[in-house]
């Protein structure tokens, strides 16, 4: 990890870097960039920063879009996929002052950093700790279209069910949703996972474990846990590891929540846990499941608001083709031990004290997680606050499986948003949460409830290849 602008010199040298690339992300949670000459790269660069079009990451108006990018030194690392070496770093984003740049509150990276102050300052709890599961499925080919008078998808993998029977074909493609940690000869992928996985150890992302996942062609590599901040840092770079390393080996990497009907979707489900003072915050023997009070709160907190959060955990429309029954994806909200079906699952395996935690098992990677972890983080904060008792509350704890339950007893049980205009409805009634100690902009808010609509929209009016299957006859 760079410290100082002269670290960062002596290892441009050392390591003959020509090359100074500049990441910054959007509203939405892509990544753009711009690079540098090596030598261009001054201590002004660094303090001062680099200015940009701010209208064009969706961020500011045209008439007030001049911003300054500062690079994070701590960031950098030999970018893998670039044929002239190249150090890559990230950073933040700032508006121009009369007197000094300021940092842009609506920005995801400041949002995520002003979360974290926020709760220092609650005095609840100095460290957030999350460990994200990340799930994606390799193709070998994927094409679609938008037209007019036409439109549709198609996508292909060697280890794909529906290729059996195919001429040429060698008797081992995965099973119809059996796919979960499968050997090779079905699991094909395996070496470029592990490729990957060294890949992301060499830019400081501690890999936990992979496997394949459910569907086929379907994959997860999970990580050890960060701080939020860095931990969404990670994730960007994670999903630009496995999308560029599957393109270098002639494949295509996708984190669509739900790209083929009728196999597993794929989520991001985000394990959690809290220190103060190096001490672990969500640990008590004697409650439930080996949970603390704080931590049964922050549980509530996270419950209470999940249906709002959704808006930025599960921001696509393609999310809620995921969230629904027979899948193991979570579709009521409620708390429990080991219960997959629950959207906040408690692992029964994690029981020392500083490994204490839960997961919340709705979010996919469609999200920007700059926001959706910070959003996740003030719902539990709030919890804690207000001593939101998930029990007290009508959460549970839901020790049995959720998908089971009679028509009867589904309607006592409150459910997650089913579309997402529900959740953007459910972001409007349900943000003070999310403004609390100046976290969230209103401006923010109101601006991804509106970018997000616009997707819908297109969505909603866009004719589909199963509504002529259902309807064109009629």
């Known amino acids: 990890m760079l410290k100082n602008f002269e670290e960062a010199k002596l290892f441009i040298e050392e390591n003959d870097i020509k090359m100074i690339d500049f990441r910054m992300i959007d509203l939405n949670g892509r990544w753009h960039h711009l690079t540098i000459p090596a030598e261009r790269l001054t201590e002004h660069t660094m303090t001062s920063g680099i200015g940009f079009d701010g ?27 670039c044929e002239i070496k190249t150090l890559s770093m990230i950073g933040d984003v700032r508006i121009i002052g009369d007197k000094e740049n300021i940092p842009f509150n609506q920005e995801p990276r400041n949002v995520s950093k002003r979360a974290e102050e926020y709760m220092k300052e609650t005095g609840i709890a100095d460290t957030f700790l999350l460990g994200p599961e990340f799930e994606f499925y390799v193709f070998d080919e994927v094409s679609f279209a938008n037209k007019p008078n036409g439109c549709g998808f198609s996508v292909d993998g060697e280890e794909a069910f529906w290729n059996n029977g195919e001429i040429g074909g060698m008797g081992f493609q995965t099973p119809h949703q059996g796919g979960y940690h499968i050997a090779p000869p079905q699991d094909i992928a395996y070496d470029l996972r592990s490729r990957i996985s060294m890949l992301m150890e060499n830019q400081g992302i501690k890999v936990k474990y992979h496997h394949h996942e459910v569907g086929s062609a379907q994959m997860e590599i999970e990580v050890e846990f960060a701080p939020m901040t860095e931990m969404a840092d990670k994730t960007m770079l994670t999903k ?51 949970l603390s009070q704080t931590a049964l709160y922050f549980i509530g907190g ?67 997680p700059y926001y959706c972890y910070a959003a996740i983080l003030m719902a539990g904060l709030d919890g804690v606050k207000n001593k939101i008792d998930p029990e007290k509350e009508g959460y549970g704890p839901y020790d049995f499986n959720l998908y089971n339950l009679s028509d009867e007893e589904k309607k006592k049980i409150k459910g997650l948003p089913k579309s997402l205009g529900s959740a953007l409805k459910a972001l409007e009634k349900d943000h003070d ?17 509106a970018n997000r609509r616009k997707d819908l929209a297109k969505h909603v009016s866009m004719p589909t290849p199963m509504e002529y299957e259902m309807y064109y006859d009629l």
């Open 55 to 81: 209208s064009n990451y969706g961020f500011a108006p045209v008439e007030k879009s001049d911003m300054v990018f500062i690079p994070d030194l701590s960031s950098a690392a030999i970018d893998d996929f």
């Open 302 to 368: 996270i419950l209470r608001h999940v249906p709002a959060i959704c808006a930025f955990s599960n921001p696509s429309t393609n999310s809620y083709k995921r969230l629904i029954p027979g899948f193991e994806a979570p579709v009521t909200i409620g708390y429990a031990t080991a219960n997959r079906s629950a959207v906040i699952r408690i692992p029964a395996y994690a029981k020392t004290p500083d490994k204490k935690r839960f997961e919340l098992r709705n979010p996919d990677a469609t999200c920007n």
């Open 433 to 449: 949460f999310l403004t609390a100690g100046g976290v969230f902009p209103i401006e923010l808010i109101n601006l991804w409830i």
């Open 240 to 290: 630009y590891i496995i999308k560029n390393e599957a393109v270098m080996e002639g494949k295509t990497a996708t984190f669509m929540p739900k790209p083929i009907y009728g196999e597993a979707g794929s989520g991001m489900h985000v394990h959690m846990l809290m220190f103060k003072d190096g001490k672990p915050v969500f640990y008590d023997e004697n409650g439930y499941s080996g």
